[in-house]
């Protein structure tokens, strides 16, 4: 459409760090966008780092230019943007249970806090990587009240059922997934965001629409990150 001398490619890449490093340096790429489980590897590794990229500690866009690779986060505005058409109520009312802690997770988090969110509760299968999260962030965000916890059913059930915000940024099935039922607690208005693009999420979208809750899958997000990338 726009005339490019280019090329996009995917590409299965190896997801130790010191390779892809090697590969962006060639000389070969004018640049890359990175996927699970690769956004936070290569943050240590870059030249220049964005604003969203540096504090967030993920990326998932690379740009080689002059010799140098420049790493930027659209995953943080790509979200706010999803979410924007259905959340209308005041972040600094908002709060928001998050589900995983990868590097999406990270983005997540930075563009609630940014907004002033109230309180972000994450849950993890391993309890660790989730608290780390936290206290990465808690520094840069003072305002917003920082949790964490196990992902496990007991743990999920006992979470605050206010009405509050979703955000599903765990990148497999978990057990946990398959019974739609366990969101028989949360209040009408609530919003579950699974960023999944590839999961069967129609379940989950069902049940929503029977509880009077919004359901949005991946799809917005990951249209709008890509357009900023792309830029």
């Known amino acids: 459409h726009y005339g490019l001398d280019a090329r996009y490619e995917i590409l299965d890449a190896t997801p130790g760090a010191d390779d892809l490093e090697k590969l962006l340096r060639g000389g070969s790429y004018n640049g890359v966008n990175l996927t699970t489980?690769?956004?936070?590897?290569?943050?240590?590794?870059?030249?220049?780092?964005?604003?969203?990229?540096?504090v967030a500690g993920a990326l998932n866009t690379v740009v080689c230019a002059?010799?140098?690779?420049?790493g930027h986060n659209t995953d943080i505005g790509g979200f706010l943007d999803a979410v924007r058409p259905f959340w209308d109520h005041a972040w600094k009312d908002t709060d928001t249970l998050l589900l995983g802690a990868g590097g999406a997770a990270r983005s997540v988090c930075v563009a609630i806090a940014a907004?002033?969110?109230?309180?972000?509760?994450?849950?993890?299968?391993?309890?660790?990587?989730?608290?780390?999260?936290i206290e990465d962030l808690r520094p840069t965000f003072p305002d917003t009240l920082w949790t964490s916890g196990l992902l496990d059913e007991e743990t999920f059930l006992k979470s605050p059922k206010r009405k509050r915000l979703v955000v599903d940024a765990t990148s497999g099935v978990p057990d946990l997934w398959l019974?739609?039922?366990?969101?028989?607690?949360?209040?009408?208005?609530?919003?579950?965001?699974?960023l999944s693009y590839w999961r069967d999420t129609s379940r989950w979208a069902e049940f929503c629409h029977r509880n009077s809750m919004v359901f949005v899958d991946g799809y917005p997000m990951l249209v709008s990150q890509a357009a900023r990338a792309f830029q």
């Open 115 to 133: 907004q002033g969110g109230r309180s972000i509760h994450v849950l993890n299968r391993t309890q660790e990587r989730a608290h780390t999260l």
């Open 179 to 194: 019974r739609p039922s366990l969101l028989d607690p949360f209040l009408p208005g609530s919003l579950w965001m699974d």
């Open 37 to 54: 489980p690769l956004k936070e590897r290569l943050v240590s590794r870059l030249d220049e780092l964005d604003e969203d990229a540096r």
């Open 66 to 70: 002059d010799g140098k690779l420049q």
